[in-house]
């Protein structure tokens, strides 16, 4: 029902920092929360982060809790993923997620999902 596209990938020393946005479009007058998954080589994808609607709730992953922080600015149907600090395990396609439930995101099954920006972390 929701159309997502990811940008602002790319490679990046240990300890930089970079900007992911996710803009949605299509069906997106049911509010839904979003967030971001990830994939690393010869891994499960895995949740990373969500936020619902408003804004008013966040969930993070503990491996990137402290450094990474989500957002959306719902004018312009975008959702944001600010990695600070970032390691050489973050190292993955990222994934932007979007559902009506917040559980199916956090669990990894999103209603609807892009096709993923590469994120490298050079050691």
């Known amino acids: 029902q929701v159309q997502l596209a990811e940008s602002g990938g790319g490679l990046v020393q240990a300890g930089g920092s970079l900007r992911l946005s996710c803009v949605a479009s299509?069906?997106?007058?049911?509010?839904?929360?979003m967030g971001w998954l990830r994939q690393a080589p010869g891994k499960e994808r895995e949740f990373v982060a969500l936020?619902?609607?408003?804004?008013?709730?966040?969930m993070y992953a503990d491996s990137v809790k402290g450094r990474f922080t989500i957002s959306r600015d719902n004018a312009k149907n975008t959702v944001y993923l600010q990695m600070n600090s970032l390691k050489p395990e973050d190292t993955a396609v990222y994934y932007c997620?979007?559902?009506?439930?917040?559980?199916?995101?956090?669990?990894?099954?999103?209603?609807?999902w892009g096709q993923g920006t590469q994120v490298t972390v050079s050691s």
């Open positions: 997620a979007a559902d009506s439930s917040i559980a199916a995101i956090s669990v990894s099954r999103p209603g609807s």
């Open positions: 299509g069906r997106t007058f049911n509010r839904p929360a």
């Open positions: 936020i619902s609607w408003s804004g008013a709730s966040t």
